[in-house]
């Protein structure tokens, strides 16, 4: 597929896709993984290169030790505000994100029962001992590691947002604008 395209692609997929603070993921549909078999893929975009570049590296980190979602190839869209973005696999949610987005408006409290029923399946102490043990293997400590922010692959815990951490220089590091 031509760049062309696929910004034309992502301009019409990406209302609706899960956010972050600074980057937004497109699901882009089916295709081969590395090892040959077929996976569910995504685009993780930012508005700057060297947020996409900087998440990219540190994923790419986690993926060589098993902690994070296989990583495609870094793109670059020919238009719309988030241009930079990799290709990465598409994982289940431990929270799903219409879920996480219904916090904003939850009279019924559905979404204080979800997060309750995901802690109860995963305490913060295990999404805790999980961050130390990733730590000690990459040299790298994830500092935004809530609930919303871990996914399920194969039924291990993996992260999902790499974009503020702590080195093992105790240098922390967070997107610019």
């Known amino acids: 597929m031509e760049i062309k395209e696929l910004s034309d692609l992502v301009a019409k997929r990406i209302k609706g896709s899960p956010t972050g603070s600074v980057s937004v993921f497109v699901p882009m549909g089916e295709s081969l993984g590395a090892n040959g078999e077929t996976k569910n893929w995504g685009l993780k975009l930012f508005e700057c290169k060297k947020n996409r570049d900087r998440d990219f590296a540190t994923q790419e980190k986690f993926e060589a030790h098993g902690f994070a979602p296989e990583l495609g190839e870094k793109i670059d869209l020919s238009h719309g505000n988030m241009r930079y973005g990799y290709m990465t696999e598409q994982i289940e949610l431990l929270v799903p994100y219409e879920i996480s987005q219904s916090f904003k408006n939850d009279p019924d409290g559905y979404f ?21 043990y990733m730590a000690e293997i990459t040299g790298i400590y994830l500092l935004d590691m809530h609930e919303e922010n871990w996914g399920l692959k194969d039924g291990e815990l993996m992260p999902l947002d790499f974009g503020a951490y702590r080195d093992e220089n105790e240098k922390y590091h967070y997107h610019t604008s």
């Open 112 to 132: 204080q029962y979800v997060i309750d029923e995901v802690d109860s399946r995963f305490p913060e102490e295990m999404l805790q001992e999980k961050v130390d």
